[in-house]
């Protein structure tokens, strides 16, 4: 880390390093810490011993996080392997992973192939169906698990997520008596807001049984059971035809590159002529990456994530019917955005603990922190497209300028 570094370590065996007065310290518990971090130095040793509780951190779990990466973007191949050598051999031994983590990909198959419809349903199960409680003291009222558009630096997270749904319905251009269609509505949040503020009767599907059992219930409650639906189903199993709009917000990261092409064919079929796809997802910062996520994200968060490129979110739209009229890039908003999250699950730590479990919450804490730090220096960025189903005669519809504000 360099005498410089901003953060302490202290250790089971009583050595110390770093400024006693650094404004976070890293505690490695026991051995079985180090060996986790010698056995699986890539994406898997830090969340298998940050889980355990066998390395803790005392103080802001990010500002640890920043200043470790940064440390370690430094550090030559020559300190690492010295490192290994005095550390010895004693560390590298077999370990059991921690009850949070999925086993292997190749492990996994017994749910079926990559993006097949029964193991898709495990992937959204493992994830979303955690506890809507819990997602509740993690998310807010807004139940919006997806980037926030922020209107000004100083908004409020719910402010934030009022202000993504809206944008998201002004691009789409919808009005009174429009048809929506949210394909991975979560738990509804798009679709209240669409029909309670933009008059339109919507229809979200959810994988998850849990978002969806949440969401019509807020549906029913806020009046709109005659103009919302939230229904639990694979998209693909949507028979409905003739919508006016289509929103994709979140759901472009579960699909699959290779399945890109079949997913926007098909929502292209759903639409009206001159109707518009607002397709909001994570992306890599190129084209040149590979789309299936890293070791901890796979295990831990989202099993079967894929990310792409925007450029070939783009290609893929225009190579399947739509025409593509506006791109933005929202990549500092999801950095606020997690950062607002992780103060609410602080804020609820013995709650959230309490609904799940000690390790689950300490795989989301650093799951959350991590996925800002990613945001702020570029590793992922978030991306919304939209793209609209010309007519016969290759009329768009469209605004000659946008009309959706800032």
């Known amino acids: ?155 409020s997270l719910e402010q934030a997520q009022e202000h993504k749904f809206d944008l998201v319905c002004r691009k789409l251009g919808l009005r009174p008596g429009m048809r929506l269609l949210d394909v991975g509505c979560g738990w509804g949040g798009m679709v209240l807001h669409a029909a309670r503020h933009h008059g339109v009767r919507a229809l ?82 190129s084209t040149l990456q590979r789309a299936r996520s890293g070791l901890f994200i796979d295990r831990y968060i989202f099993p079967d994530g894929e990310l792409e490129g925007v450029g070939q979110i783009v290609t893929e739209m225009q190579n399947n019917g739509f025409e593509v009229r506006h791109e933005e890039n929202l990549r500092e908003h999801y950095a606020m955005t997690l950062a607002a999250w992780s103060a609410n699950l602080e804020s609820h730590w013995a709650d959230a603990v309490a609904e799940t479990s000690e390790g689950k919450s300490r795989v989301w804490r650093l799951y959350l922190a991590m996925s800002r730090l990613g945001f702020e220096r570029r590793m992922i960025e978030l991306h919304q497209v939209l793209g609209v189903r010309t007519d016969s005669s290759a009329a768009a519809g469209m605004p000659l300028r946008p009309d959706w504000g800032v």
């Open 1 to 155: 880390m360099g005498p410089n570094a901003p953060v302490a370590f202290t250790a089971f065996d009583g050595s110390i390093a770093g400024p006693l007065d650094a404004p976070v310290r890293v505690e490695v518990r026991s051995p079985m810490a180090v060996s986790y971090l010698l056995g699986s130095p890539g994406e898997l040793g830090l969340p298998r011993a940050y889980a355990t509780g066998d390395l803790e951190v005392h103080g802001d779990l990010y500002t640890a996080l920043a200043a470790v990466a940064e440390a370690v973007d430094q550090l030559g191949l020559r300190a690492r392997l010295a490192a290994l050598r005095e550390l010895g051999p004693r560390h590298l031994r077999p370990v059991n992973r921690p009850p949070e983590e999925l086993p292997a990909r190749w492990r996994r198959v017994w749910y079926g192939l990559r993006h097949s419809r029964g193991r898709d349903d495990e992937a959204i199960s493992h994830h979303y169906d955690v506890s809507n409680r819990f997602y509740s003291y993690l998310l807010g009222p807004s139940m919006a698990y997806t980037c926030a558009c922020y209107p000004s630096a100083d908004a």
């Open 204 to 285: 979200g599907v959810t994988l998850s049984r849990s978002q969806a059992d949440w969401g019509q219930k807020a549906v029913v409650e806020a009046g709109l059971a005659d103009v919302a639906e939230v229904r639990h189903g694979d998209y693909r199993d949507i028979e409905e035809t003739g919508f006016d709009a289509v929103s994709s917000i979140g759901l472009t990261e579960h699909i699959g590159a290779h399945n890109l092409g079949a997913y926007f064919t098909f929502l292209h079929s759903k639409l009206t002529q001159q109707g518009r796809l607002l397709n909001h997802c994570i992306t890599r910062p």
